[in-house]
C-alpha cells in the first residue's frame, strides 16, 4: 500500500509532523495498535464468529454504551463491572488520579471508550489516512464487555491475556492525555520548528531537511508498521489460537449441546413413556377412586336410607307416644275437669238435696208442728172446752148452790135472827147452832169464791189457746209461702245444675248385638270407666297386618257426658234425661234428638213403647199433676212431624194430605209455629201412646239396603207446656222437642239408588246442617248467622237449638263390625258437638206481679 498515495488525496494536515519519529513511545505504538486493528477489519481478517447468536447483541450493546459520555449513562461512573479499572486508567495518564486528569481536561464526563476510540482514530486517521469509521474488533471483544470476557476467562487464560494487552496498549482519552506522550509530542514540534525557524530562508536545506524528517518519519513509521505488523501477527496467532480453542470449544459445546439434545430427547421420550405411564396409572386411579367414590356413595346412600328409615321410625315412635302422652294427657285433663264437675255437680246436688230435704223436712215439720199444734191444740180446746162446759155447769151449779145458800142464808140469816130472838128468848143453848151456821156460811162462800176464780182461770186458758191458734193458722200460711218460695229456689237451683252439665250434653248408647249372627260379626267395643263414670267407649279397628307381620289394631277412644253399654235399658236412660224433661215444665226450650245410622236404635230408644217420647210425657203428667198443690196449672199440647225429602210431613193428620197438604214454618215471637198442623191436646198420659201409634202408622218407612225397616225421614214430636201459678202468678211456657233422625249412613254405604238415593242425600244435608248449625252455635259469637235456614230440619228446630234452649244428643251405635265406619262417622260427629260449647240457656217465663 502506497501510503504518499493516499496522503495526496488525504487534506493537508497543519499538524507538524513529530519530530520524535525515530523513537515511537508506548504512545505510538498505542495508536498504531488501534490503527491496526482498523486496517485488520480493512483487510478483512476473519472476525471470530460469535459462539452464540445471543452473544451478539450484548457486544452492539456495549458498544452503544461505550459510546456515551458520562451525563448519558448517569452518574455512575462504573455502570458495568467491565469497565477499565481505576488502576489502568491510573497508568495511562501516567500517575495521575482520573479526577486530576478530569480537571485538566476541563471536563470530568470524557471517561469513554468511544472518546478513546474517537480520538486515537482521528489521530491516527489524520497520521495514516486510514478511515475510522471502521468497526473495532477490539471493541466488540474487549473488557467493556462482561459476557465476552467472563466466556473467554472460561475458555482460556491466553485469550485473556490478550484482551487485556489491548486493554492496556489503548491510547488515553483525547482531553486527558498523559504528559509524557504530549510532552514527547510538544518536544518533538518544537525541535522541529527550531529547525524549520534556522533553515527558513534555505529551500533546499530545508527540502532536504523534509525529506530526511520525511524519510525518518517514513522509518519511523515503517519499523512502527513492522512493529505493529508483528504485533498484529502476534495477535493474529492468538486469535487464531483462540479462534482454534473457540472452535474447539465451539465443537465441544457443539457436541455438548448434541449430547444435551439427545439427553432432552431421551428425556423427552422417557418423559412421554412417564407421561403415558403416569396419565394411564392416573386414569387407572380415577377409574379405581370412581368405584370406590361410587362404592362410598352408595354406601353412603345406603347408610342414610338406614338413617332416613331410622329417624322416621324414632318420629313415628316418638309421634305416637307424643300422642299417647297428649292424649292421656288430654283423657287426665278430662278426666280430671269431669272429676272437677262431677264433684261440683256432687257438692251441688248434694247441697241442693240438703238443702231441699231440709226445706221439706222444715216445712213437713211445720205442716206436722201446725197439725199437731192445731190438733192438739183443739184437743186442749175441746177439752179446755168441756172443761170451760163442766166448769160452767159447776159454776151454774156453784150459782145455783150459791143463791140456793143465799137463799138459805138470807132463811138461815132469817131464821139466825128467829133463832137469835129465840136465842135471845131460849139463851146460850142456840148459839153454838148458829156459830156452826156461820161456820157453813163461811165454806159455802169459800167454796163460792172458789168457783168463781176457777172460771176466770178457765176462760182466761181459753183465751190463749185461741190466740196460740191463729198463730199456729199464721206460721201455716208463711210456711206454706215460704214452700213456694223453696220451689222456685229449687227450680233455679236445678237449672243451675243443668247449665254446668252443659247446655249440649251428648250421650252415647250401643245397642245390643243381634241374638243371630247373621249380621256378621261383633267389633271389639270397651267401656274402659264402666265401673266410675262410665263417660268413656273405645272401639278397636279392624286387623291391620304390618310388613313384619306384626297385627294390630287400631284404637279409638271417645269421651261423652255418658255412655250406655248394649245391657243398659230405656229405663236407666230415661233416668239421666228426666232432669232435663222437668226443664220443659220449667220453662225451657229442650230438645232431644237420637243420631246414627240406620238399625243403630234410634226408634227403639225414642219412639218405642218404653222410649223416650212415652216417658217424658208421662214424667210430665206426673210432675203436672204434682205441681198443682204449689200452685201450679199447665196446658200440654203436641204435634208430631216428620221431614222427608225436606218436606213437613203432619204425622197426626191423614199420610193421604202428605203430597197434598203445604206446611209452613213461621217464627213469631220466639215461637215456632207450623201451618195446618193437627193439634193434639194431652189430657192424660194414655193419649201419648195413641198419638205415637197414630204416628208409627204414617212415619215414612222405606227398605235400604243396611235397614229392611229403617225410617228415611226425621220425625218431631214437640209437646208444648204452659204453665201458669196462680198462688204466684207466675206463667211459664216450655217446648219439649224429641227428635228421630233419619239413618245418617253414606251415600257409599247404603247403595242407595233412584228415590233412595235422593232421600239420603236429603238427609245426609239436613244432618250435616244440624252440625253447621251446633257448630256456629259453638263459636258464640254474639249476633253472628247461625244457618238455621240451610234445612227444614234446623229451621223447624231454630228456637229449641241455640241460646233459649237445652240440648242432648243420643249417638246410637251399632255393635257390629261391619258397621265400625259409619259408628266411627257417627261417633266423630257426635264428639265435634260434644266439643261445642252453647250459650246459657234462658226460661220463657213471666210473673203477672
Ligand atoms: N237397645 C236395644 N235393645 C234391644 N233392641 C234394640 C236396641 N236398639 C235397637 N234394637 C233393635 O234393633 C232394631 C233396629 O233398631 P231401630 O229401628 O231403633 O233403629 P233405628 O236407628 O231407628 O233405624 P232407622 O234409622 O232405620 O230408624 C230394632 O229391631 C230394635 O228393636
Redesign the pocket.
Known amino acids: 500500500m502506497d501510503y504518499s498515495e493516499e496522503n495526496s488525496n488525504m487534506q493537508v494536515s497543519r499538524m507538524r509532523p513529530p519530530s520524535n519519529i525515530g523513537s515511537p513511545g508506548k504512545l505510538g505504538l498505542s495508536e498504531m495498535t488501534q490503527s491496526d486493528n482498523n486496517v485488520r477489519t480493512q483487510s478483512k481478517m476473519p472476525q471470530p464468529r460469535p459462539i452464540k447468536h445471543k452473544l451478539a447483541a450484548p457486544v452492539t450493546e456495549s458498544v452503544a454504551q461505550r459510546r456515551k459520555v458520562f451525563p448519558q449513562r448517569g452518574e455512575d461512573p462504573y455502570p458495568r463491572s467491565n469497565m477499565p479499572p481505576p488502576q489502568t486508567a491510573q497508568s495511562i495518564t501516567g500517575g495521575m488520579s482520573l479526577a486530576d486528569a478530569g480537571k485538566r481536561a476541563g471536563s470530568s464526563a470524557t471517561y469513554t471508550s468511544s472518546s478513546r476510540t474517537a480520538s486515537s482514530a482521528s489521530s491516527v486517521s489524520s497520521m495514516s489516512g486510514l478511515p475510522s469509521s471502521k468497526p473495532d474488533f477490539s471493541k466488540s471483544v474487549g473488557p467493556g464487555h462482561g459476557h465476552t470476557k467472563s466466556l473467554y476467562s472460561a475458555r482460556g487464560g491466553q485469550l485473556s491475556k490478550t484482551f487485556s494487552q489491548s486493554t492496556r496498549n489503548r491510547p488515553a482519552p483525547n482531553g486527558s492525555r498523559p504528559r509524557s506522550a504530549s510532552g514527547t509530542r510538544n518536544q518533538v514540534a518544537s525541535t522541529a520548528s527550531k529547525q524549520v525557524a534556522k533553515e527558513e530562508w534555505n529551500e533546499e536545506a530545508k527540502r532536504g531537511q523534509l525529506e530526511g524528517v520525511y524519510a525518518d518519519f517514513l522509518k519511523m513509521t515503517k519499523s512502527n508498521f513492522d512493529d505493529s505488523i508483528t504485533t498484529i501477527q502476534k495477535r493474529n496467532i492468538e486469535l487464531e489460537i483462540a479462534k482454534q480453542q473457540l472452535e474447539t470449544s465451539n465443537s465441544i459445546l457443539t457436541k455438548e449441546l448434541d449430547a444435551t439434545r439427545e439427553k432432552a430427547q431421551t428425556l423427552e421420550g422417557k418423559l412421554m413413556t412417564t407421561t403415558i405411564s403416569l396419565a394411564t396409572s392416573l386414569d387407572e386411579q380415577a377409574r379405581a377412586s370412581k368405584i370406590e367414590i361410587d362404592d362410598l356413595n352408595r354406601s353412603h346412600r345406603y347408610e342414610l336410607d338406614d338413617i332416613r328409615r331410622e329417624r322416621l321410625a324414632e318420629e313415628e315412635r316418638q309421634l305416637r307416644s307424643h300422642r299417647d302422652e297428649t292424649h292421656e294427657l288430654k283423657r287426665q285433663a278430662a278426666m280430671e275437669l269431669q272429676d272437677k264437675i262431677l264433684e261440683i255437680e256432687k257438692n251441688l246436688e248434694s247441697k241442693l238435696e240438703e238443702e231441699r230435704s231440709r226445706r221439706i223436712r222444715e216445712v213437713e215439720e211445720l205442716e206436722a208442728q201446725i197439725q199437731r199444734g192445731g190438733q192438739t191444740q183443739l184437743v186442749e180446746l175441746e177439752n179446755k172446752t168441756l172443761e170451760l162446759q163442766i166448769i160452767q155447769g159447776a159454776l151454774e151449779d156453784a150459782k145455783a148452790g150459791l143463791q140456793r145458800e143465799q137463799a138459805l142464808k138470807a132463811e138461815a140469816q132469817r131464821s139466825l135472827s128467829g133463832l137469835e130472838e129465840k136465842m135471845r128468848t131460849m139463851g146460850l143453848e142456840t148459839s153454838t147452832t148458829i156459830m156452826s151456821l156461820q161456820s157453813e156460811v163461811q165454806s159455802q162462800s169459800a167454796k163460792i169464791h172458789f168457783l168463781e176464780s176457777g172460771s176466770r182461770e178457765q176462760s182466761d186458758r181459753y183465751a190463749e189457746m185461741e190466740a196460740s191458734l191463729r198463730e199456729a193458722q199464721e206460721s201455716a200460711a208463711s210456711s206454706k209461702t215460704k214452700l213456694m218460695k223453696e220451689e222456685t229456689l229449687r227450680r233455679s237451683l236445678f237449672n243451675q245444675v243443668q247449665e254446668l252439665k252443659g247446655n249440649i250434653r251428648v250421650m252415647c248408647?250401643v245397642?245390643?248385638a243381634p241374638s243371630n249372627d247373621a249380621e256378621g260379626q261383633v267389633a271389639q267395643i270397651k267401656y274402659p270407666d264402666v265401673d266410675k263414670e262410665s263417660k268413656e267407649v273405645e272401639l278397636l279397628g279392624k286387623e291391620e297386618k304390618s310388613s313384619l307381620g306384626n297385627v294390630t289394631r287400631k284404637k279409638y277412644p271417645f269421651t261423652f257426658d255418658r255412655v250406655f253399654g248394649?245391657e243398659c235399658q230405656n229405663e236407666e236412660i230415661f233416668g239421666e234425661i228426666s232432669q232435663l224433661v222437668q226443664s220443659a215444665l220449667d220453662g225451657y226450650n229442650v230438645c232431644i234428638f237420637?243420631y246414627?245410622?240406620?238399625?243403630?236404635?234410634?226408634?227403639?230408644?225414642m219412639s218405642?213403647a218404653d222410649g223416650m217420647i212415652p216417658r217424658a210425657t208421662r214424667q210430665i203428667y206426673e210432675s203436672a199433676s204434682n205441681a198443682k198443690e204449689k200452685g201450679w196449672s199447665y196446658t200440654m199440647e203436641g204435634n208430631f212431624v216428620e221431614v222427608y225429602n225436606e218436606e213437613i210431613h203432619d204425622l197426626l193428620g191423614s199420610s193421604k194430605d202428605f203430597d197434598r197438604k203445604k206446611h209452613e214454618i213461621r217464627h213469631n215471637d220466639k215461637q215456632t209455629i207450623v201451618t195446618g198442623l193437627e193439634t193434639v191436646p194431652l189430657t192424660s198420659a194414655n193419649t201419648v201412646e195413641k198419638i205415637l201409634d197414630s204416628a208409627a202408622k204414617n212415619r215414612s218407612v222405606a227398605a235400604t239396603k243396611s235397614?229392611e225397616?229403617?225410617?228415611r225421614s226425621h220425625s218431631v214430636f214437640i209437646l208444648k207446656l204452659v204453665g201458669k201459678n196462680s198462688t204466684t202468678n207466675e206463667t211459664s211456657e216450655g217446648i219439649l222437642n224429641l227428635v228421630?233422625l233419619?239413618?245418617s249412613e253414606r251415600l257409599k254405604s247404603s247403595g242407595a239408588e233412584g228415590e233412595r238415593m235422593k232421600e239420603t242425600q236429603n238427609i245426609n244435608k239436613s244432618l250435616s246442617c244440624l252440625g253447621d248449625v251446633i257448630g256456629a252455635l259453638g263459636q258464640g259469637k254474639e249476633g253472628a248467622h247461625i244457618p238455621y235456614r240451610n234445612s227444614k230440619l234446623t229451621y223447624l228446630l231454630q228456637n229449641s237449638l241455640g241460646g233459649n234452649s237445652k240440648t242432648l244428643m243420643f249417638v246410637?251405635a251399632s255393635p257390629l263390625e261391619a258397621h265400625l265406619t259409619e259408628t266411627l262417622t257417627s261417633l266423630k260427629f257426635a264428639t265435634k258437638v260434644h266439643n261445642t260449647h252453647i250459650g246459657t240457656a234462658k226460661k220463657s217465663r213471666r210473673s203477672n206481679d
Open positions: 248408647r245397642r245390643p248394649p237420637c246414627g245410622q240406620t238399625g243403630s236404635g234410634k226408634t227403639h230408644t218405642s235397614n225397616r229403617s225410617s228421630d233419619a239413618g246410637m
